[in-house]
């Protein structure tokens, strides 16, 4: 497989062509059950030639701590062994991989997932579980508080920090995959939460949602009463753009801005430290705080290796609508989710690496949430991001939306991207890039069917990827400006 460098924003692999990835997440969020020690898809049975078909190139490998360290010190071996398994299977298909430990909630015993149920310190409170939706815990559930205060303090149990069992977590983990071509990074943390001051946040929210709906002048008081009463309440909803939800959040960046910098930023780097004690291959992820999903701009600063800046760094946002998780997502706002995409645009720039999209997405019944896929999809497209939608399920391939997901796009392309996009409505597929020297290698767009008409300056060779699903179609250009357009 090639090696893939990072060059300011963009990814670039060892030939010099720019590389957009796309896939989806693979987590298993389980923890440790001695009596069921099967931890992961078996990668003897996961779809890799269909998922190969789609396009797809990469993969967000997920498991908890729970899982690979029940014990204090102790490693699960099983689980060990078949993250390797599955990432030599991605190396046979081509397709790349980052290692996700995964959390929500901090860990099962809050009734979430992630850490183990001994590098769960409570203290004095007792998690409540929860009655409406899963993330009630982070918005007034002091267990869940005081679990996450006591992680971000590196308390100690057993006179050892608890983000020093999981910095040795880590550096076990590395060392079995280290050597693996297909690993392509590392994401310490999923959507990290500032803990008690989680709970502060959530409440300057709702006290900025009650300002901002009686002040602000974009919101008819008469059209909310009237969707309020109405069949679609839900509905009401719809005066709160980007623009207002923005109003609504910002009460609370101060205290957002210091849980990036004082708390998160720190860990990244070292968990960074440790991973590079053993191995520099891989890139090191940076997500996102949780309120920075709803557009409170992140924070964050760059991840530091011994007291110098990582050179291979990712920046992996993400972000849902309010109406995710709900028969109610074909009212997804295109104008919210968006505000929150351009502010983590805004973030990336700063950092000023690439940006690889960790989690978006969802899925409901029928097909009316379709048109905001396709909005993020051409989002991501505008800004050259690549992207790994959340989820993969058990049959996931086989559902009808599948033919929105898979979609044309840039794979490898010999120069630097300028644009691309897809245009849904007529059918056509444009790239326009600059090519610098001359390459030994094509560049490769990615089709889901068989065009109907192809232009370019160059030549061209359409070939059938294995899975009757899709096309590489591979073009050798000259130097300078080339733009190809496909039609289907």
Not at 141 to 150: K, M, P, S, V
Not at 349 to 371: F, H
Not at 412 to 431: P, S, W
Not at 473 to 485: A, Q, S, Y
């Amino acid at each position: 497989m090639d090696k893939i460098k990072i060059d300011g924003m963009r990814f670039v692999d060892e030939h010099g062509r720019e590389r957009i990835f796309s896939g989806m997440n693979v987590v298993d969020k389980k923890d440790f059950d001695k009596d069921n020690p099967s931890y992961w898809y078996d990668p003897n049975k996961f779809p890799f030639e269909e998922f190969r078909a789609r396009g797809y190139d990469m993969i967000r490998l997920g498991f908890t701590w729970g899982a690979m360290e029940p014990v204090p010190g102790r490693y699960n071996k099983k689980l060990i062994a078949d993250l390797c398994a599955f990432l030599d299977k991605c190396e046979e298909y081509g397709i790349y991989a980052y290692l996700d430990c995964h959390q929500d909630v901090y860990s099962s015993h809050c009734y979430g997932d992630g850490a183990p149920r001994w590098a769960t310190l409570t203290d004095k409170y007792k998690p409540r579980k929860q009655i409406a939706v899963w993330a009630e815990p982070y918005f007034y559930g002091g267990a869940c508080f005081r679990a996450f205060d006591n992680f971000w303090n590196n308390t100690k149990y057993n006179n050892i920090g608890l983000q020093d069992y999981y910095a040795n977590m880590w550096k076990r983990l590395v060392k079995e995959v280290k050597d693996k071509p297909a690993l392509f990074g590392f994401d310490f943390f999923n959507e990290p939460f500032p803990g008690a001051d989680g709970g502060r946040i959530f409440r300057k929210v709702i006290l900025g949602l009650a300002k901002t709906t009686i002040t602000d002048s974009s919101i008819s008081k008469k059209e909310l009463i009237k969707q309020g009463l109405g069949s679609e309440k839900i509905r009401v909803l719809d005066q709160y753009t980007g623009d207002v939800l923005r109003k609504i959040t910002s009460g609370a960046d101060d205290i957002v801005r210091r849980f990036d910098t004082e708390r998160y930023s720190p860990f990244v780097s070292k968990m960074a430290t440790a991973v590079r004690e053993i191995t520099d291959n891989g890139a090191i992820f940076i997500e996102n705080n949780y309120y920075s999903n709803m557009g409170i701009p992140c924070c964050n600063t760059p991840a530091m290796v011994n007291g110098k800046r990582e050179a291979k760094q990712v920046f992996a946002p993400h972000a849902y609508d309010l109406m995710v998780d709900t028969p109610a997502y074909k009212y997804a706002s295109n104008s919210r989710v968006g505000s929150i995409f351009d502010q983590h645009r805004r973030t990336q720039e700063r950092l000023n690496i690439p940006c690889l999209v960790g989690e978006w997405g969802s899925c409901a019944e029928g097909d009316g949430w379709y048109p905001h896929i396709r909005f993020l999809q051409d989002k991501f497209d505008s800004y050259k991001w690549s992207n790994t939608y959340w989820c993969y399920f058990d049959e996931i391939l086989e559902r009808e939306f599948m033919h929105v997901l898979t979609r044309p796009r840039p794979k490898a392309v010999t120069g630097e991207i300028i644009a691309y996009k897809y245009d849904f409505d007529n059918q056509t597929f444009t790239l326009k890039y600059n090519q610098d020297k001359a390459f030994d290698v094509p560049t490769i767009v990615y089709v889901d069917k068989k065009p109907e008409k192809i232009e370019c300056e160059g030549k061209y060779e359409i070939k059938e990827i294995p899975g009757n699903i899709g096309y590489d179609i591979e073009f050798k250009t000259d130097i300078g400006v080339n733009e190809i357009k496909i039609e289907f």
